[in-house]
């Protein structure tokens, strides 16, 4: 028991020896960590002072760099100024300079006017003085001539105006006699033009035509053949020939379409042969159409040959006979082409020979006064000018080029067959049954042409030239652009198809012009 006691106090005691030891050991070590500690902390705030002094030293140096860079800037700027004021100086020296240089002019020039205003009054008054004794001497140099002639000046100026008048008398009658001569030489000229202008003929048969030809059937089953399949017959016909094919309740017939009488002429001569033949399909269609549209040239130059034999005409080109042909297949208002140039051209004849004139170059005029309307291609040109130009490029005398050229006054006539050609194309339009149209119907139908154009916004003016075949609408450019214009064209042109008949086709032509006009003064 006394052993454990002893052992058990022996142990408290090691352990309080060895909790002793070890506060001894930790307080040694621990003044030691703060020993270093601190002279860590003193090499740190020596560090951290040097790394102050460069950074201060780097900080000012940049100052200084930026300083001087900003004074540079500055004298720069000094100097800019100082040089753009001493321009303004030396500018406003030589204004100064030039200010008084024209004040000593104009103070020089006042004196010089003075000097001249001084002169130009004493030379004014040197005048009246010459002018008084002029009147003076006037009229003493007057009482010796009425002494010396025994007159009074009313009476001399009396017997002098005598004189003169019988003077002007004489001279007016020779120049009366002048007159008159000249006039009985252009008498016989002025006297043809009046009976040209006065003569009426009547005229033969004329062929009326319209824009579609009626191809009659036998029976209404073929219509089904020359539609074909799906349609493609007749899209071939319509392909080939350039002609619209309208196949509707009409019984046995079918109706042609196109304002070109030649292609007409043709889609009715191949569907004849084709409804003759049986075979109608598209390779037989193109097939027919071809030889159709070879045998019609030759046929359109056999008509013309016909003619110009007819007529008596020689030496006419061969382009020329050819369009005389094509005639045959062209009316102008109902009036067949080639009978009107036919009727023209023997009246032209017949009034050239009752006036003297060359018969036979009056009759070849009147007959090609009218070729300009059966082009082979289109012309911006009117058919009178176009024709003139063709007659000209196949070597037609310049006589009937004009003539040709000038039937619408759109040139100068300068050959007297030109108004026989005029007077005798109006007589065979204007003879009674000769065209469809009346005036009273033509003149309405202009009007209503113009009158649509007018109705749209932003134009101005609206005329209708060439025999209403063609629509002039100037319009404001102010109001309308250039793309507005197409537009306006476009819709004018479908207005005119919808509402309106006419005869051929209509162009439309929208003119938008900006004038810029000023005047100087």
């Known amino acids: 028991m006394e052993l454990n006691v002893l052992s058990i106090i022996v142990g408290v005691v090691g352990i309080v020896v060895g909790i002793i030891a070890g506060k001894f050991v930790f307080a040694a070590n621990t003044k030691k960590q703060i020993e270093d500690a601190e002279a860590q902390a003193q090499k740190m705030i020596a560090d951290a002072q040097t790394t102050s002094e460069t950074l201060k030293k780097e900080k000012l140096l ?254 006419l080109h061969k382009e020329l006979v050819r369009m005389v042909g094509r005639m045959r297949f062209r009316s102008s208002y ?52 176009f024709g003139a130009r063709l007659a000209e490029k196949y070597g037609e005398n310049p006589a009937v080029v004009n003539a040709i050229g000038a039937h619408h006054d759109e040139i100068e006539m300068q050959y007297v067959i030109s108004p026989i050609v005029q007077a005798c194309d109006a007589i065979s339009g204007a003879r009674p049954g000769a065209r469809r149209e009346i005036m009273q119907q033509y003149l309405q139908r202009i009007k209503e042409l113009e009158n649509i154009a007018l109705a749209y916004p932003g134009v101005e003016k609206a005329y209708a030239i060439q025999a209403g075949r063609e629509l002039r609408v100037i319009a404001e450019a102010d109001k309308l652009s250039d793309t507005d214009s197409e537009k306006l064209s476009f819709e004018i042109a479908q207005k005119i198809q919808t509402e309106m008949t006419y005869p051929g086709q209509i162009k439309v032509t929208v003119i938008r012009e900006k004038r810029a006009v000023n005047v100087a003064r």
């Open 62 to 315: 940049e100052a200084k760099e930026k300083f001087v860079q900003l004074q540079a800037e500055h004298d720069k700027v000094v100097l800019e100024k100082n040089k753009k004021i001493n321009e303004s100086e030396t500018r406003a020296r030589q204004k100064e300079q030039s200010l008084s240089q024209k004040l000593e002019n104009l103070e020089k020039q006042s004196k010089e006017n003075e000097a001249i205003k001084e002169n130009l009054n004493r030379q004014i008054e040197v005048v009246n003085q010459k002018r008084t004794e002029l009147e003076k001497h006037q009229e003493e140099h007057i009482r010796r001539l009425e002494k010396i002639s025994a007159l009074t000046a009313d009476e001399a100026k009396a017997q002098l105006l005598e004189t003169l008048k019988h003077e002007a008398q004489s001279q007016a009658l020779s120049i009366q006699q002048e007159i008159i001569e000249d006039a009985k030489v252009k008498a016989n000229k002025e006297a043809r033009k009046i009976v040209i202008q006065t003569i009426q003929r009547t005229a033969a048969e004329q062929t009326i035509e319209n824009t579609v030809t009626v191809f009659n059937l036998e029976t209404d089953e073929i219509k089904g053949q020359i539609i074909g399949r799906e349609g493609r017959n007749i899209r071939a016909i319509e392909a080939a020939t350039g002609v619209d094919l309208i196949v509707d309740d009409t019984p046995e017939a079918i109706v042609l379409s196109s304002f070109d009488p030649l292609r007409r002429e043709v889609a009715r001569l191949a569907l004849q042969r084709l409804v003759t033949d049986g075979r109608i399909h598209p390779a037989r269609i193109e097939e027919v159409v071809e030889k159709t549209r070879k045998q019609l040239e030759e046929q359109v130059l056999e008509i013309g040959e016909r003619t110009v034999i007819e007529l008596g005409i020689h030496g």
């Open 334 to 385: 109902g009036q067949n082409l080639l009978m009107h140039s036919r009727e023209t051209a023997n009246l032209c004849a017949t009034m050239a020979a009752e006036l003297g004139l060359n018969p036979k170059l009056a009759k070849r005029a009147g007959l090609l006064h009218d070729i300009g309307k059966v082009p082979d291609e289109e012309s911006e040109l009117s058919h009178a000018l």
